[in-house]
């Protein structure tokens, strides 16, 4: 069964940093791009950072950019984010995704989700 | 960066009517969107993707349609089950962006 587990949210002060992961199962992380996604509370969806298959490309929403890290480790079979300088703004369920990528086509989608973990900055 | 819209907001229905959300993308997308539903406290679940492709599991009363930038999702007939918030997301290109909402609810 394919299934994405996060874990390491936490309440934090502005400034502070905190590491999520998430692990992956039924599926192997590194044959997939994989991302991050929040949502704030009571809001929509945005979009983080994503890590290719290869891992030669990474993409960051200017939000986070300088700020956050995503990486993997495929002898865990997990994703990480690594947030530093957290703000306020950043408060967030944090969701691990899964994206469906075939080059050249349209079939681009995120087809599987975590669960979530909430991460607060606050003083 | 691409910028996407829904209407509406929010909308309330009966079990058995026919929903129709719509999409605008800020510039062409071509198919590159997709639809997700999320119920409150859950992550969201993929729909559509590629504008009108029935993601695998979801039921048939789901379907989308577009291309460009005005793109919709339509619910044949509105079952208990489908009272969530929808949701359109554009994979076009970097960042990939989510229109706001779209809240269905029980009327």
């Known amino acids: 069964q394919v299934q994405l587990v996060e874990s390491g949210g936490a309440l934090v002060k502005p400034g502070g940093s905190l590491r999520l992961s998430c692990a992956a199962s039924g599926f192997t992380v590194s044959d997939y791009y994989m991302t991050w996604i929040r949502q704030a509370p009571g809001k929509g969806l945005e979009w983080v950072s994503y890590i290719s298959s290869s891992g030669s490309t990474i993409y960051y929403a200017d939000s986070v950019k300088g700020r956050f890290t995503i990486s993997r480790d495929h002898a865990k079979n997990s994703l990480y984010l690594q947030m530093n300088n957290l703000r306020a703004d950043d408060t967030a369920v944090y969701y691990c995704v899964r994206r469906y990528y075939s080059s050249g086509s349209p079939h681009d989608a995120f087809d599987t989700w975590g669960q979530g973990t909430m991460v607060t900055v606050s003083s | 960066d691409i910028q996407m819209t829904q209407s509406p907001s929010s909308l309330s229905a009966s079990v058995g009517d026919r929903v129709t959300i719509t999409c605008r993308a800020s510039?062409?997308?071509?198919?590159?969107l997709n639809w997700y539903q999320q119920k409150p406290g859950k992550a969201p679940k993929l729909l559509i993707y590629a504008a009108s492709s029935l993601q695998s599991g979801v039921p048939s009363r789901f379907s989308g349609s577009g291309s460009g930038t005005d793109f919709t999702l339509t619910i044949s007939s509105l079952q208990p089950e489908d009272f969530a918030t929808y949701s359109c997301q554009q994979s076009y290109g970097t960042p990939f962006s989510f229109g706001p909402g779209t809240k269905v609810d029980i009327q």
């Open positions: 510039q062409s997308i071509t198919t590159y």
